[in-house]
DNA sequence: GCATTATTTTGTCCTAGACAATGTTGACAA
DNA sequence: TTGTCAACATTGTCTAGGACAAAATAATGC
């Protein structure tokens, strides 16, 4: 369509696709995608078309599909893989597909506004666990089967940020207890499930610090001793890879004093098999409530229950 | 001090200090300097320290020092470098001397309110203009002359995140004009620029869509369509090289099509020497009000002036 | 069918060389 | 002394191709 192809060098394409350099020269190397053109002195010079094809291909491997399978494919047969039976389509209530719809539409102020009203009526706690946490995994698998673009999943995120965030504000509790510091690790860079886990936690009364995403180990360190934190919460995605979560959580386990609670939440601990040493894992939300409310009868125990 | 000490392996180092492989094996190899260990396979491992002193020789280079002044040094010659004349330590007035004290005695909560408290007295206009970016600079420099700890200017990111959310919240017009899309391109992962512009933008009656940070270029292309934007509004942090900058408008300004706008600001372009074609850069925000004022006057050639 | 074991696949690390972009220095004129 | 321009030095990022452990798949035995 446009007259001009843009090229993109391969910094440019790693910071674009995600994929690493080494990635991306090993598989031009093995099965022959991408091919990019060279400048004068011999540098790979990405087209567009090869840019899009490789964000599709990311997307096809972490639904599960073998590089070997999918990184030779011309476009027209990386789509057909998009739909087949292999990904499930999972019935949700009408209630949730509605958001959806609204986030294909684009209709970001009335999305905004839905979700407001939803988390009125049903209050924070099942707006949570019974509207956001299935939609966000809906989302999850709508982008996996290629039906929503990655500026509508943005979008989304923006919109639910808003509204998490007014939230918080209203709940903040600086002399709450526990004192929790929240963060994510250097590479994790999303901070929804911060914001959701933050949210829960000031229901439950806790008195939450948040310092926002990638936080250095040795900071998180330094940051929960000057709040005199009971708690370190880091949160997951499952963008990032299993092995990343392992170490970095055995990192920040050796670095913290054995006093701080260390905690790790989100969708990329949830598939973490083994348990690791002094770390309490969370599945769902509702885990943290139940958290805080031991920590609490640990912490004072004989508490005030009459 | 630690009995165990932290053994990092370099993709990690990568993301911890921004520092990329390729940089730190090349270093190794010219200065001396970090010396890793070596694991049973041969694969570089790097102590606590190394990675501790390798954040602080980045800001050193960050300040203008080149690398191989630095990068050779003894941890206390390096500690004896931050303060020097060469960084000029400007005189701010106590009002905004004052935020820095509550940023660096972690006074999360107070900082929150005093920021909320400015914002009101002065208007969001002078807010930004007269409080913020002055600000920002000094924590900037705070960090530069390691006065700063990361965790603290996380702290006061996040806080003045809750406050400029909180006023954009409360000014957000569906049916404004012009309708602006805000976003940064992937490895600008800053989103303070991109809220100031948003709240300065909806001060002026536009019509804003934040996509949040990281949109891959193509994809700016669609929501720009999706939403019918006149303008697309790009934020650029001076911790992105100024090559990506230039490369990476040049880009953007091919692909969006030509009837479309393209405004870039933020630290990041202010050192841009050359103009870039069809890319307005905006130095301080005010020339946001501005542009947006011409933008109306040559889009309504008859203006409503009486 | 299920649990081991062998085999392939795959991402990431390695070394060492190259070069353009940028910064610094020195020569010379104003 | 100050400014300009060429010569020189520095520095980040690219290149190639080899290596290997961890993860995924296939093959085996019970």
New binding site residues.
């Given amino acids: 369509m446009q007259p001009t192809d843009l090229l993109f060098?391969?910094?440019t394409v790693e910071r674009e696709t995600g994929?690493?350099?080494?990635?991306l020269?090993?598989?031009e190397?093995?099965?022959g995608f991408p091919v990019?053109v060279?400048d004068?002195?011999?540098?790979?010079l990405y087209p567009q078309l090869q840019v899009e094809q490789l964000r599709l291909i990311k997307r096809l491997?972490g639904n599960?599909l073998?590089?070997?399978?999918v990184?030779g494919l011309g476009a027209e047969e990386l789509n057909g893989l998009l739909t087949p039976a292999q990904i499930q389509q999972v019935a949700a209530p009408q209630h949730i597909l509605n958001f959806v719809e609204l986030i294909k539409t684009h209709q970001a102020v009335t999305l905004r506004i839905a979700l407001s009203r939803a988390l009125l009526q049903q209050g924070l706690d099942d707006f949570l666990s019974k509207t956001i946490t299935p939609l966000n995994q809906l989302v999850g698998e709508a982008w996996m089967r290629g039906e929503l673009r990655i500026f509508e999943e943005h979008l989304y995120s923006e919109q639910l940020t808003g509204v998490l965030r007014s939230a918080i504000a209203t709940l903040r509790d600086p002399s709450g207890s526990p004192r929790v510091l929240l963060t994510t690790l250097p590479g994790e860079e999303h901070s929804l499930g911060l914001l959701m886990a933050e949210a829960t936690l000031c229901l439950y009364g806790a008195n939450c610090v948040t310092l926002g995403v990638q936080t250095p180990i040795q900071e998180i360190i330094s940051a929960a001793a000057a709040h005199r934190s009971d708690i370190v919460v880091l949160s997951f995605s499952e963008a990032i890879?299993?092995?990343q979560v392992k170490t970095g959580l055995q990192q920040a386990r050796l670095a913290l004093p054995a006093n701080i609670h260390l905690w790790a939440g989100g969708s990329g601990v949830m598939r973490q098999r083994s348990v690791i040493e002094g770390v309490q894992l969370m599945g769902p939300l509702s885990d943290l409530g139940i958290a805080v409310e031991k920590w609490r009868s640990e912490s004072f125990p004989t508490p005030l229950t009459h």
Same sequence: chains 1, 2.
């Fill in positions: 060098d391969i910094a994929i690493g350099k080494d990635t020269r090993v598989w190397r093995r099965y990019p060279r004068e002195r011999d540098e790979r491997i599960g073998r590089p070997a399978k990184v890879p299993a092995q």
